[in-house]
């Protein structure tokens, strides 16, 4: 079993629709969360960012995360053709600057998710 | 405008020839990845340094993979000899702090 699932989709919704994206993690040592979007034949491009439990908006976007749950969650509002993309989830259980261990700021990914929204 | 820079961005090779890929990292962070993302197992951490360091390159097969930072503005990966089970999407990504890391557009190996 992976340490990070996530259901690969793919995923097709009219434009204005409401997307949910979910992952799921084992290792209750991560601490960090942050969801990407990758166009096609894209590098990932970093879309939101959360430290533990909690919520973080961003304009369309919410991410959540339920440590309780091993479970997190990317929300876009009113969505739009150009969010049709490959979205990851991606976690680490330490940070860049951090002092101590090898595993500085280590990001697991999800598989990604195949977002397509249509006209 | 910074970003993370590779090159180059498209290889093709025979099997057997040595492969190098290259990456300048967001001036200043201090943290650099390396990942190959491919159709079966998605994004896999390959390689990573701290301050040029090499911290962990258990996700890289040593016979015949290997990756250096010869200064702070670049870091290599280099395969030799290719195989074709290598083709994949090999990305850079950069970091300072937290656990946020930049990715550049990553460079798509063709093994024939």
């Known amino acids: 079993q992976k340490e990070v699932e996530q259901d690969p989709g793919p995923l097709s919704v009219p434009e204005g629709a409401i997307v949910s994206l979910n992952c799921t993690y084992s290792?209750?040592?991560?601490?960090?969360f942050m969801w990407y979007r990758q166009y096609s034949r894209k590098g990932p491009e970093l879309l939101m960012y959360?430290?533990?439990?909690g919520n973080k908006e961003d304009g369309r976007f919410t991410a959540q995360v339920d440590k309780s749950s091993k479970y997190i969650s990317l929300f876009i509002r009113d969505s739009q053709p150009s969010d049709s993309a490959t979205y990851l989830c991606a976690m680490s259980a330490s940070a860049m600057g951090g002092a101590g261990g090898t595993s500085y700021g280590k990001l697991t990914f999800g598989q990604g998710t195949i977002l397509t929204v249509h006209p | 405008d910074a970003r993370v820079t590779q090159t180059p961005r498209h290889k093709v090779t025979e099997m057997g020839q040595e492969v190098t890929m290259r990456c300048q990292p967001i001036l200043g962070h201090n943290t650099v990845f390396w990942y190959r993302q491919t159709m079966m197992q998605g994004l896999e951490l390959l390689a990573y340094?701290?301050?040029?360091?090499?911290?962990?390159d258990s996700g890289m097969p040593k016979d015949r993979f290997s990756a250096e930072m010869p200064d702070a503005t670049l870091a290599t990966l280099k395969i030799q000899p290719s195989e074709p089970r290598d083709s994949a999407v090999y990305f850079c990504a950069s970091g300072l702090k937290g656990a946020e890391a930049f990715f550049g557009q990553g460079t798509r190996l063709t093994v024939v």
């Open positions: 340094f701290r301050n040029r360091a090499p911290l962990d």
């Open positions: 959360t430290y533990s439990s």
């Open positions: 290792n209750s040592a991560f601490q960090y």
